[in-house]
């Protein structure tokens, strides 16, 4: 609206690499498993040390202009794409350390792709955010209590156990297999929405009180990967070759 | 021969005892309308179509008039948004329609409605709703589960008629519903219900806050007190006081209303109740069978409803309570129905004794503490002062205050030609009583009046009273008088 608020951003460093922590192998124990599911293995893997920000964003839309505002095709993106920036290659001032965020999973997908990395699936998200820890239950819990809370630059708050930060109480993040949310990739019939409801979920859940990781899964299943959201974002990772622990 | 005549009848007796119990031919053959309804193969394009308007609570939306099924839309809104709980007390809602409860769904038995749930971009969290009045899976909590920015549609036939909870079914469920996510959906069955002069929209919910009952500022959901199931706020509709004050329900005497009453829990049972009132009508759990009468108390489960309605006989407030009274008295749980008009004594009264109480044994309190009785009055006006006292506390109830009698039940003493024409006549009343018809000022009257148990100085003091109050003028009446008259 205001021309002045406007931050026109022409030249990009493409360079800069994003800041990466590494997560050291782990297991991963589902809140929600089938009969016989086991615990997995996940990392090592570098993940990027904060989501990815509107001016990162930016450098990669100018380089792929089929994933601008105006250009993105409906197959890979629902009206709401990007919908917080005022032009193809414009968001408003003072929020170029925000999150990105109103961008679809093919978008994201195609992000890390071009940064030679990828989104990180649910165990290796849910483990790297540590999401599990009672402290972070509880930023998590307070954060739902704050509707239409607005965002901020990333990286303002103390980093977790493994150095990531953001990972909770400011935007939800896209992960690879979202879509799999409730049940494993392998469940053998059965919709991915069928145990979420009413007291279904509580059935399959290894402890019907982390709400704050419901909450979590009940948003990754009700997306579709056209979808966008003011409140969902998304960073990337990167395997490690060879291993390196 | 004899004996062998008698078998048979008895057998006879035995086979018509059996048929009576069991119906015709044996086991009765199970039958539902709903299911009628379901296979009736109704051309669902061929139905008119309508639009469901939303009315906010304590509103109920207006009665269904038509008489075929329709095919209805219903389009809602799921907000999550901040909102007063309490004086000084913010909490954030999750909301169908902005409002808690969401607004009233009412379509008709037999149609067919195509409900659509919008989630506000906004939103940090996918929801949907269970409505308990649909048959298929979820109660369309599949149907409708839907991300930030997104809508969904579903549809369902309306089978059963009954007053249902419709609720958000997204995990975890219990914090949907709550953070205020239900409403109530009413199916009206064909036959309609009962015309009354006013319907209302009340539901109870608790609220398990961080910080205590009144705690100020914006208070967030506490997850350990909920699964215990200690809620710092019970209430009715949403907030401490949603309809209780400058927010009462409103209705005048001679009204009929009919309360829709629904629990969205997640936890507590309701002991409704309304005081100062009656239920003249019960249909428990929101079933379609008219099913007690005359009710003070009915439950009403989390997550289920009643329908309830009474007439407004007499003006004043009438409290909405759940009656486990902690709850009303401590956590909000209190309504108010202001209900205007002209008193009906003959229904009640109001307070018309208010008396000094000296109950027996009095002599175990010491001598000096002894009450005396009061000294008899020696002129006319202790006397007048006496008699004010004995009239307000046994004869005000029916010839009221001012004298003025009760039309067509208690005859005025105001002006009154039978009062006044013969003092003997009514020392005889005062202290014998009086039954049968009597004329007074030209209007006849016949009531009871009980023979009075007072004392001679009292009905003295009274008659005196009562011939010189209320526009009368007359001579007192003395104690000798009164003992004269047998």
Request: glycine share 10%.
């Amino acid at each position: 609206m205001k021309a002045a608020a406007v931050f026109l951003l022409f030249v990009f460093p493409l360079a800069v690499p994003a800041a990466e922590v590494k997560l050291p192998k782990s297991v991963y124990s589902p809140l929600f498993r089938d009969p016989g599911e086991a615990d997995s293995v996940v990392g090592p893997l570098l993940v990027d040390k904060t989501p990815v920000t509107n001016q990162e964003f930016l450098a990669f839309v100018t380089a792929f202009p089929q994933f601008s505002k105006s250009k993105i095709q409906p197959l890979f993106a629902d009206g709401g794409y990007l919908a917080h920036w005022l032009g193809d290659a414009a968001f408003a001032k003072g929020e170029a350390r925000f999150p990105v965020t109103h961008v679809s999973w093919f978008a994201a997908r195609r992000y890390c792709e071009s940064r030679g990395k990828r989104l990180p699936t649910i165990a290796e998200w849910e483990v790297a955010s540590d999401a599990r820890s009672s402290r972070n239950e509880a930023k998590i819990m307070a954060w739902y209590g704050r509707p239409g809370a607005r965002l901020r630059d990333v990286g303002a708050e103390p980093a977790n156990k493994f150095g990531l930060t953001d990972a909770h109480g400011l935007i939800w993040e896209w992960v690879d297999n979202f879509s799999e949310s409730i049940m494993s990739g392998d469940s053998r019939g059965g919709s991915s929405t069928e145990s979420l409801f009413c007291g279904g979920a509580a059935l399959k859940a290894k402890d019907p009180k982390m709400y704050a990781t419901f909450m979590r899964f009940a948003f990754r299943s009700s997306l579709n990967a056209r979808y966008t959201s003011v409140n969902l974002g998304f960073r990337c990772v990167r395997d490690m070759d060879g291993g390196g622990e | 021969m004899k004996k062998n005549l008698h078998f048979p009848v008895i057998i006879a007796g035995i086979a018509v005892a059996l048929v009576s119990c069991f119906g015709k031919g044996g086991a009765e053959k199970w039958e539902s309308t709903s299911a009628k309804i379901a296979g009736d193969n109704v051309d669902i394009d061929k139905m008119p179509k309508e639009s469901f308007s939303l009315i906010a609570p304590p509103l109920a939306p207006p009665p269904i008039t038509r008489k075929t099924p329709a095919r209805v839309a219903i389009e809602v809104e799921v907000r999550e948004t901040v909102k007063r709980l309490s004086d000084g007390v913010d909490y954030t809602f999750w909301t169908f329609g902005d409002t808690v409860p969401g607004p009233m769904f009412r379509v008709r038995e037999g149609d067919y409605v195509d409900f659509t749930l919008a989630n506000h971009p906004s939103s940090k969290l996918p929801h949907n709703i269970d409505l308990h009045a649909v048959t298929g899976q979820g109660g369309g909590a599949e149907g409708s589960f839907t991300a930030p920015g997104h809508k969904s549609t579903f549809s369902f036939r309306a089978l059963n008629p009954g007053l249902y909870v419709y609720h958000c079914a997204t995990a975890p469920v219990g914090m949907h519903v709550a953070n205020g996510m239900y409403g109530l959906i009413l199916v009206e069955p064909k036959e309609g219900l009962p015309k009354v002069d006013r319907e209302y929209y009340v539901m109870q919910g608790e609220f398990y806050t961080k910080g205590k009952f009144g705690d100020r500022g914006l208070q967030s959901f506490d997850m350990e007190k909920a699964i215990r199931e200690q809620p710092e706020y019970v209430v009715f509709n949403g907030s401490v006081g949603a309809i209780a004050g400058d927010h009462s329900l409103k209705a005048n005497v001679g009204e009929t209303i009919r309360i829709f009453a629904g629990n969205g829990g997640p936890g507590l049972i309701s002991s409704f109740h309304v005081i100062g009132e009656i239920f003249d009508h019960v249909y428990q759990e929101g079933g379609t069978v008219l099913n007690q009468k005359n009710v003070q108390t009915t439950m009403i489960p989390a997550g289920g409803a009643a329908i309830v309605d009474f007439k407004a006989d007499v003006p004043g407030n009438l409290i909405l309570v759940d009656h486990s009274l902690f709850r009303a008295f401590n956590k909000g749980a209190i309504g108010m129905i202001k209900v205007d008009g002209k008193p009906n004594p003959r229904v009640y009264t109001g307070k018309t004794v208010d008396a000094i109480y000296l109950p027996e044994g009095q002599a175990l309190q010491p001598l000096s503490m002894e009450q005396k009785a009061a000294p008899a009055p020696t002129n006319f006006t202790e006397r007048m002062a006496a008699g004010a006292i004995v009239y307000k506390t046994n004869c005000a109830a029916c010839h009221q205050e001012n004298g003025q009698g009760v039309p067509d039940a208690f005859p005025p003493l105001a002006n009154s030609d039978f009062l006044m024409a013969d003092k003997a006549r009514s020392i005889r009343v005062v202290k014998d009583g009086l039954q049968g018809a009597i004329t007074v000022n030209g209007k006849t009257y016949n009531s009871v009046m009980p023979g009075l148990d007072l004392s001679d100085d009292d009905v003295a003091s009274v008659l005196t009273y009562v011939r010189n109050s209320f526009g009368n003028k007359g001579e007192a009446v003395s104690v000798d008088e009164v003992k004269r008259v047998k």
